[in-house]
C-alpha cells in the first residue's frame, strides 16, 4: 500500500492520541496490618470522606456506602451525624466522635481524604510536519496540502492530578487495619470521579482483605 503524506499524519496524531490514553483513576499503592483477622466479623462501617468541599463529601460518601452496602455491611455516613459547619480552627471533638460512632454499633471506619492535588500545563500540537521524500505533488498540491494546518497552531491544556488516601480502622482496637493510595487524572465530574474511585479501591480492598 502507497502511504501518502495525509495518511502518515493521521497515523501519528492517532499514535500519540492512543499513547495518551490510559486508566483515569488507578491504585499507586496498599498496606495491610499484620494484625489484621479475616475471621473477624464486621458488621456496621461508618464511612467519613475528609473534606471542606460538601458536594463532593456527599458524593464520595453516597458511592462508597453504596459499594458498602452493596457487601451486605450497613452504613453510617458522617453527613447524616455529624455537622457540617466544623472549620480548620474548630474541628469536631475526637473523643465524641469515637463515642457516637460506637454508640451507633459501628465496628469498622472508613476515611477517604485528598492527600495532593498537581496541575501540570501540557502543549497538545495541532500539525506535525515530518519531511517526506517524494511528494508527487507539484508546488500547488503542496501549498493545498500544508496550508490548511497552518490554521491547527496547537493549544495549551492543564493536566489535573489527584492524590487520594482511604483508611479502615477497627473501632474496638481503634487500628488501622488497611490502607490504599490512589491517583485521579482530570475527573470529568464529582460524580464520575467519586465512583471511579470507589471502584478502584474496592477492587483493591476484595484482593487484599480476601474480600467476597
Not at 140 to 156: E, L, S
Not at 157 to 186: A, H, P, R
Request: proline content about 5%; hydrophobic content about 35%.
Amino acid at each position: 500500500m502507497k502511504y501518502t503524506p495525509r495518511i502518515i499524519y493521521g497515523i501519528i496524531m492517532l499514535a500519540i492520541g492512543m499513547g495518551s490514553c490510559g486508566p483515569s483513576q488507578r491504585v499507586t499503592s496498599s498496606w495491610k496490618s499484620s494484625d489484621f483477622q479475616g475471621g473477624k466479623q464486621y458488621r456496621k462501617v461508618f464511612i467519613a470522606a475528609i473534606t471542606s468541599k460538601q458536594q463532593v463529601k456527599v458524593n464520595l460518601e453516597n458511592e462508597m456506602a453504596a459499594a458498602a452496602s452493596a457487601k451486605g455491611l450497613q452504613v453510617v455516613r458522617s453527613v447524616d451525624v455529624f455537622p457540617t459547619t466544623f472549620t480548620k480552627e474548630k474541628g469536631p471533638d475526637k473523643d465524641v466522635m469515637l463515642a457516637k460512632i460506637r454508640e451507633l454499633g459501628c465496628d469498622l471506619i472508613f476515611t477517604t481524604t485528598l492527600l495532593d492535588k498537581t496541575s501540570e500545563a501540557r502543549f497538545v500540537p495541532g500539525s506535525i510536519y515530518a519531511p517526506f521524500p517524494g511528494y508527487g505533488y507539484g508546488f500547488r498540491g503542496y501549498y493545498n496540502y500544508w496550508w490548511p494546518m497552518m490554521y491547527d497552531p496547537g493549544y495549551y491544556t492543564t493536566e489535573k492530578t489527584y492524590s487520594m488516601e482511604g483508611n479502615l480502622f477497627d473501632v474496638e482496637s481503634e487500628k488501622l487495619i488497611w490502607s490504599v493510595q490512589t491517583e485521579s487524572y482530570n475527573p470529568e465530574s464529582i460524580g464520575k470521579f467519586s465512583k471511579g474511585l470507589t471502584a478502584v479501591m474496592m477492587e483493591r480492598a476484595m484482593q487484599d482483605l480476601r474480600m467476597k
